[in-house]
C-alpha cells in the first residue's frame, strides 16, 4: 500500500503520508459517519416537526392525564372507571400490568410443558417420540398470529358452552364461552396481617435455606429444607388467618337470565392468548431441554454410578446442574420471545399493554409517537434487564467452568 | 495307560456345528421390537397404551371429518349442508382469493411467472450443482426485485395492480421475499460495523441492533405505518405496502446481523490476519477471505430466520394488510361461509405448515452437508 508513496517527499516521522495513518483515518471516518447521522435525524426531526403542525398534532405528554372514557374488560388491581373519568395514564398501567400477568403466567405454564416434552422427547418409547416431534413441528411452523385466532375463535368460542348454560363447578365457579366466573374475594380488617404473614414466611425460608446449606457443609447433616418450606409457607399464613377469624369473605356470582352479576370474570380472551403462548413456547423450550440434556456426555451418568450414588440423587446433582447450564440462556431468551409475543393479544382482544394503549389510546388522542415510543420502551427495558441478567449469568457459570 | 484310558473313556465330541437357531421370539422381530421401543419398563408401557388410546380417540374422527364425510365443492355454506363432516368448499371456491387476494383473475399469470423466475434465480444458490451462484446471489438483490416489481405491479404496456389489490398467500411470500433479500445485506454491513474497530461505529450498531431485537414486531410494524409518515418530506406519499416492508426489513436485518455475527465469530482469528499479511485491504479481506467462509456456515441459521420472518408476515393483519390470514379472517365473517372456522383456519396452517417444514428441512439437510466439508 505504501510503496507508491516512497519516493514523492514524505513528511517526517514515518513512510507514509497522513491520510494512510489507521488512526487518523478512523478519527475521519468517525467523525464523517457521526456527521452523516446527526443530519440524517436532524432531516427526520424536522420533517416531523413540520408534519406535525401541518397535521395540528399538539406533541407531549399531557394527553396522559386526559380522561380515557373507553371500557377495558380487565382491569386488574389499577383503579379505572370511565365514569370517574380515568386518564390515559391508567390506561397505560392496565395494559402493562395486563401484559406481566399473561407473560407471567405464559412463561409459568410454558416452561412446565417445555420441560415435559423435552424429556419424553427423549424416551426410547417410539410412539411417544414420534408423537412429541409431531408436536413440537406442527406447534413450531404454524405463525403464532393464526395460533392466537385459532384458539379464541374456532376452539373456545365454539366449543364451550353459552354464558346462559355454563358448565359449573360446585356452583361457584362457572366455565362458559366468554371466559370464567367466580367468586370475588373481598377483603377484610386485618387481611394486612395475612400477607405480612406470608412475606416473612419467605423470609424465613431464605434464611432457612442459608443456615441448612452451612450446616451440611460443615457437619455433613442434612435438613429437610423442601418440606419445612412448604409447611411454613402455607402453615404461617394460615395460623394468621385462623387467628384473626379469616378476613375473608366471598361475593358469589349469580347467574341471571343473559349474564352474571357480581362475582368475578376472567374473559376468555386470557384463556385463548394463554393457551396460545404457552402452546407455542412449550414447543421451543422442549427443543432447549433435549438439546440440554444432550450436552450432558453419558461418562457423567456412568461415573456417579460408579461413585455409588443412586439415579434419582445422580439426576438431581449431577445431570440437571450440567444441563441446566445450556438450557438456562437460551430459555431465558425465550421468556423474552414470549413477553414480546403477549403483544399478539392485540389480534383477539385480550386487553395487554400493545392493545388498550397502542390501539384504542392511540386511535382516540392520536399521539402516535409518544404512544409507541412509550410501548417500545416497555419492551426495551424488559429486554435491557434480560441481557443483563444474562450477562451477569453467563460471568457466574464462566467462573465455575472448568 | 494314559491313552488307552482316553480311548476307553473319550467323551463325545462334535464334530459339525449345530444349525443356527432363531434368537428367542421375545428379542426379534415385531415383538421384540415393541419390547424395546414400546414397553421396556412399566411406565414405558403406560405411556404407549395412553399413546395409542389417544391416536385411537383423534385420528379416526378427524379423518372421517376432513376426508370422508367432507363436502368439497360448492358456492355457498348451504351446498354442506347434507354433510356431516368438513366443508372445504369454503377454501375450493375461494382458493384464487386465498393465494392471490384481489389480483385480477385475467392477470394472476403475471405472479406466477415471477415465482417461476424466482425459483429460477434461486436454484444455483440453494442447489450447489447449478453452477453460477455467486452472479444469481448478485442478480437476486439487484436486477430480480425490478423484475418482479414490473410483472406484479404492472405499467410499461402491463395493466397497472395498484399494491391494495395484492393480498394472499402471494402477498406473504413478497413480504418474505424482500424483506429477507434486503436484510441479508443490512445485517451483514450490521454485523460487520458490530465488530468494527471504531467504537462510534460498533456503538452505534449495537444500539440499533439491540432497538430492533428488543421491541414486538407488532410494534415496528405500527411504527412503520403510523411514523414513518411524519419522519418523510411535507407531501411525500408512502404506500402502506411499501411502509411494512421498511419495517420487516429493518427488524429482520437486526436478527440477520446477529445470524451473520454468529459465523463471524465461529471464524479463527488467523483468516483475518492472513488476509491483512497478504496485504489484502480490509473489504478485499471481508469479500474474498471472511464472508465466503463466515456465510457458508450460517446458511442454515439464515433460512431459520427466514422461517421466522415469513411465519411473522401474518402479523401484518394488525395493519390492514390483506394477507393470508386476513383473507382467511374476512372470509369466516362472509355471510355466504359462516360457521367455518375451522376448515379455514385449518387450511391456512396447512399452507404455512407445508411452506415452512419444507425449509426446515432443507436447513437440517444443509446443516449435515455442511458439518462434513467444514474444517477440523
Known sequence: ?402 | MIEAMNTHNRPFVRTEHLPQSPPPVSTSGIIGWARENLFSSPLNAVLTIASFYFLYLVIPPFVQWAFIDAAWWGSSNKDCAGYDGACWAVVTARFGQFVYGFYPEAERWRPNLVLILFAINLLPILWDRVPGRTIAALFLVTGFPLVALFFIHGGLGLEVVPTPKWGGFMLNLIMAAVAIIYSLPLGILLALGRRSEFPIISRFCVLFIEFWRGVPLITVLVMASFILPFFMPDGFNFNELLRALVGLTLFSSAYMAEVVRGGLQALPKGQTEAARAIGLTYWQSIRLIIMPQALKITIPAIVNTFIGLFKDTSLVIVIGLFDLLQVAKSSVTDTNWLGLEHETYIFVALVFFVACFAMSLYSLYLERKLDTDHRD
Open chain 1, 1 to 402: 500500500m505504501a510503496v507508491g508513496v516512497k519516493d514523492e517527499g514524505t513528511p517526517s516521522g514515518g513512510g507514509a503520508r497522513w491520510w494512510y495513518d489507521p488512526k487518523v483515518r478512523a478519527i475521519i471516518f468517525q467523525v464523517a459517519f457521526v456527521v452523516a447521522l446527526v443530519a440524517f435525524i436532524a432531516f427526520i426531526v424536522n420533517n416531523t416537526v413540520v408534519n406535525l403542525e401541518k397535521r395540528d398534532i399538539r406533541a407531549g405528554f399531557g394527553f396522559l392525564s386526559e380522561p380515557a372514557g373507553f371500557e377495558i374488560p380487565i382491569t386488574g388491581v389499577v383503579d379505572y372507571s370511565v365514569d370517574k373519568g380515568s386518564t390515559h395514564g391508567a390506561v397505560f398501567l392496565i395494559g402493562l400490568q395486563n401484559t406481566f400477568l399473561i407473560s407471567a403466567m405464559g412463561i409459568v405454564l410454558a416452561t412446565i410443558l417445555g420441560f415435559v416434552l423435552g424429556v419424553l422427547r427423549l424416551s426410547n418409547n417410539w410412539i411417544v417420540t414420534l408423537l412429541v416431534g409431531s408436536y413440537i413441528e406442527i406447534v413450531r411452523n404454524i405463525p403464532l398470529p393464526l395460533q392466537f385466532i385459532f384458539w379464541q375463535t374456532a376452539v373456545f368460542i365454539i366449543f364451550l358452552p353459552k354464558v346462559r348454560d355454563p358448565i359449573s363447578i360446585f356452583d361457584t365457579i362457572y366455565i362458559h364461552n366468554r371466559g370464567l366466573t367466580g367468586p370475588k374475594p373481598i377483603g377484610e380488617a386485618g387481611l394486612d396481617f395475612v400477607f405480612y404473614a406470608i412475606f416473612a414466611a419467605i423470609g424465613v425460608v431464605m434464611w432457612l435455606r442459608k443456615w441448612a446449606r452451612r450446616r451440611q457443609d460443615e457437619t455433613g447433616k442434612q435438613f429437610p429444607v423442601f418440606w419445612t418450606s412448604l409447611g411454613l409457607l402455607v402453615g404461617l399464613p394460615l395460623l394468621v388467618a385462623s387467628i384473626l377469624g379469616f378476613p375473608l369473605s366471598w361475593e358469589y356470582a349469580e347467574l341471571g337470565r343473559f349474564r352474571f352479576t357480581g362475582g368475578m370474570g376472567i374473559p376468555i380472551e386470557l384463556f385463548s392468548a394463554l393457551t396460545a403462548l404457552t402452546i407455542y413456547t412449550s414447543a421451543f423450550i422442549a427443543e432447549i431441554v433435549r438439546a440440554g440434556i444432550l450436552s450432558v456426555s453419558r461418562g457423567q451418568t456412568e461415573a456417579s454410578h460408579a461413585l455409588g450414588i443412586r439415579h434419582g440423587p445422580t439426576l438431581r446433582l449431577v445431570i440437571i446442574p450440567q444441563a441446566l447450564r445450556v438450557i438456562i440462556p437460551p430459555l431465558i431468551s425465550q421468556y423474552l420471545n414470549l413477553t414480546k409475543n403477549s403483544s399478539l393479544g392485540i389480534l383477539i382482544g385480550y386487553s395487554d399493554l400493545f392493545n388498550v394503549f397502542g390501539g384504542i389510546s392511540l386511535n382516540q388522542t392520536g399521539q402516535a409517537i409518544e404512544i409507541i415510543f412509550m410501548s417500545m420502551s416497555v419492551y426495551l427495558c424488559f429486554s435491557l434487564l434480560i441481557s443483563l441478567y444474562m450477562n451477569w449469568y453467563n460471568r457466574r457459570i464462566a467462573l465455575t467452568d472448568r
